[in-house]
């Protein structure tokens, strides 16, 4: 396991300092109390914090960074601690800012089609909120339970909508944030078009907590479609999969749900849910749509035909709503089923141009295999994002070894196909061995610039992206 002392204590007098600002039943310092914010749902990262800060306002996260900045302590911003790149754990020690009780939503607007959340927001409540009112926020990551928004922008999070619906980037109208000088900011507003200035919304939207501490977001909804559905095929092979997916979108239907599991897939989550799936299929392919009640019967007899015409072994409408739950049921439990199988789960992102989808499946698959690794893979077909996991027991020799050299040959090839590292679950502390890779020395050195110009101290999640 990757563990690091925190290289920070805090000075004299900053605990009682932090108190005053937000309450002393607010701030932890006790090993045994930080040590929950020692890691977030990555496995094998752990750094303990000296602190854990809980604010209930911008105003006190800006009194709570100055104090920072002065003292040059590191700070790493935090909410559900849900991500999957390590990039909430405290690399360097120091405070981790906790959003969650920031929790309110603020509103939901029917006429200008938009919400307005604190950070510690969840996902689902974002969601909930925004149904009863007859809309829909599409951005929908797996861990949506749990995840809050502020979390969701800080990494660009995605999710089963993808391909139809863009991920959070593609909702996000405005932000409050604090600098680590202590100086709160608005970018963008409650405009869908808005191209006064450089877009900092943006650029501040999958920065990870290196730029700046997000304290309210306005985020776009949409009108709720009428009706939904979701249908399955089962093929012998993800390359016959892989077929159907390029014959489902050259059909002129864009789903709103692509969604494939590999062999393995199918099998843990079947003994996991008892869903029905076909154990003897080589991969599944979960398909749907949503609209009009037409245009999804039309949308998904078109892919139905688009996979017998690839060669599927059968295919599955779902006939109610309920069916359809179960069924994306399936795909969402990848992740618990797999994890059933070892201590640890080891799930990456990875993505590669959509005809590349069987090859990056075949070569994680023998990567695995040469180096006595049980693995799986999964992910979103339409947009060519993998979800390679690797489970194994990390008292079980070097496997820990082999597990990060099969990674790093996986990141290699997702490279040398001309894809990316990360599709969706960020960089964090976990990928930034190959973000040089990605994106190039004088990229990187941009990044630093502008990390430079927002965090002149360079305390806001320090060893990460841009520092």
Not at 326 to 339: G, I, M, Q, S, V
Not at 349 to 360: A, E, S
Not at 393 to 417: K, M, N, Q
Request: charged share 20%.
């Amino acid at each position: 396991m990757r563990r690091r002392t925190a290289a920070t204590n805090l000075p004299d007098g900053v605990a009682e300092r932090l108190r005053a600002i937000v309450g002393a039943n607010h701030v932890l310092t006790a090993p045994g109390d930080v040590e929950p914010y020692a890691s977030d749902a990555t496995p094998l990262f752990h750094a303990r914090p000296d602190a854990v800060v809980s604010p209930a306002s911008a105003a006190e996260v800006a009194d709570v960074l100055r104090l920072a900045t002065e003292h040059r302590i590191p700070v790493t911003a935090r909410g559900g601690g849900s991500n999957l790149a390590a990039a909430t754990v405290p690399e360097h020690g120091g405070i981790v800012l906790s959003t969650t009780r920031m929790d309110r939503i603020l509103e939901v607007s029917a006429e200008e089609l938009l919400a307005v959340v604190e950070p510690g927001v969840t996902t689902a409540e974002l969601a909930a909120a925004a149904s009863r009112l007859g809309l829909l926020y599409p951005p929908d990551p797996g861990s949506h339970t749990v995840a809050t928004v502020g979390g969701n922008v800080a990494t660009c999070a995605g999710g089963l909508r993808g391909l139809k619906y863009g991920v959070t980037r593609n909702y996000v109208l405005g932000l409050e944030a604090v600098l680590a000088t202590g100086e709160i900011i608005r970018t963008g507003g409650r405009l869908w078009k808005d191209v006064a200035g450089y877009d900092l919304t943006r650029l501040l939207t999958g920065s990870e907590g290196t730029l700046a501490v997000l304290t309210e977001i306005t985020v776009g909804l949409l009108p709720a479609p009428e009706t939904s559905q979701v249908g399955v095929a089962y093929f012998d092979s993800l390359a016959d999969a892989g077929t159907a997916v390029n014959r489902i979108l050259a059909g002129g239907t864009l789903p709103a749900t692509l969604e494939f599991l590999d062999r393995r897939c199918i099998n843990v989550v079947e003994d996991y849910a008892r869903l029905g799936l076909d154990r003897a299929a080589g991969a599944l392919l979960l398909f749907g749509d949503d609209g009009s009640a037409s245009g999804v019967e039309t949308a998904l007899a078109r892919m139905s035909r688009a996979c017998h015409d690839a060669g599927a072994r059968d295919v599955v409408l779902a006939e109610e709503v309920t069916t359809s739950e179960e069924l994306l049921a399936a795909r969402r439990c990848c992740l618990p089923a797999l994890a059933r199988l070892a201590p640890v789960t080891m799930l990456e992102d990875v993505t590669v141009p959509r005809p590349c989808l069987p090859q990056m499946v075949s070569a994680i698959d023998e990567i695995a295999a040469r180096h006595q690794l049980v693995a799986a893979t999964f992910g979103h077909a339409g947009d060519g994002n993998l979800h390679p996991t690797i489970v194994f027991d990390p008292a079980d020799g070097d496997v820990v070894e082999r597990a990060h050299a099969a990674f790093d040959e996986i990141f290699r090839t997702a490279l040398d196909l001309r894809g990316t590292i990360t599709g969706e679950h960020g960089v964090g502390a976990a990928k930034l061995p190959w973000l040089h890779a990605r994106l190039g020395e004088p990229q990187l050195a941009l990044m630093r610039r502008l990390k430079a110009a927002f965090d002149p101290a360079g305390i806001l999640n320090p060893g990460k992206l841009g520092s």
